[in-house]
């Protein structure tokens, strides 16, 4: 798979990868938007190039920053789409989420943090699997006013994809080899989203009262 992904960081079309793949994976998380991220970001490593974007050819790696911006602006874009959904979706969707304990939950959760003027779960959700979605279809189901999430979700798509981005950037560049640093950086991903999904489970300390 690293072999495949690769060839692809040295097309133009990475971006372009790259974006729709971080739009779509809060609908569908079992895309690998991280593995993406970082493999185009320890190709830039590998290559030396953290200037500015390299005029289209044949042979060409990403630039940090731009990939940067995309993850992040793509990632918001996501967001939104599944918070406009939530806030759409009727009936039906309030059926899906009663009849899972978790989303229940954390719906519950992400709605008092977001009514105390803390939107810290939104973060910590972005890195967990599935995370993300529940927490933006939650904020829609709900009825938060955009202004009370947009703010967290630019927050955590910049935590996310500078998170994502340093890893493979970094991490090749101490390791040394690009197949290497991509291998372990996905695994401190992985490690992180273990982490992420943690802290998202972990009952609030009302609900050990209770």
């Known amino acids: 798979m690293f072999e495949s992904l690769g060839s692809l960081t040295t097309s133009p079309w990475i971006y372009a990868v790259v974006a729709l793949s971080v739009v779509l994976d809060v609908f569908l998380p079992v895309l690998p938007s991280g593995v ?3 493999t185009a970001a320890a190709a830039a490593a590998a290559a030396g190039a953290a200037g500015p974007v390299p005029v289209p050819g044949p042979e060409q790696v990403p630039d940090i920053l731009a990939l940067l911006v995309i993850a992040t602006t793509s990632s918001v874009l996501g967001d939104m789409a599944a918070f406009r959904l939530g806030r759409r979706g009727g009936a039906r969707l309030d059926r899906a ?3 899972s304990r978790r989303l229940t939950r954390a719906q519950e959760r992400l709605g008092t943090a977001l009514a105390r003027g803390g939107g810290a779960l939104v973060v910590i959700a972005r890195f967990a699997p599935a995370g993300r979605s529940v927490v933006s279809l939650g904020a829609g189901k709900t009825h938060r006013k955009v202004m009370e999430f947009l703010p967290w979700s630019v927050l ?4 996310w994809a ?8 970094f991490g090749t560049q101490w390791l040394g080899a690009a197949w290497l640093g991509t291998a372990v950086s996905v695994l401190a991903l992985f490690a992180a989203g273990a982490l992420a999904a943690f ?4 009952p609030t300390p009302t609900a050990v009262r209770a």
Not at 162 to 169: E, H, I, Q
Request: proline content about 0%; hydrophobic content about 60%.
């Open 36 to 38: 993406l991220v970082i």
């Open 156 to 159: 955590a798509g910049m935590a």
């Open 199 to 202: 802290l998202v489970r972990r």
């Open 97 to 99: 989420i009663a009849r």
């Open 162 to 169: 500078g998170y994502s981005v340093a890893l493979g950037y």
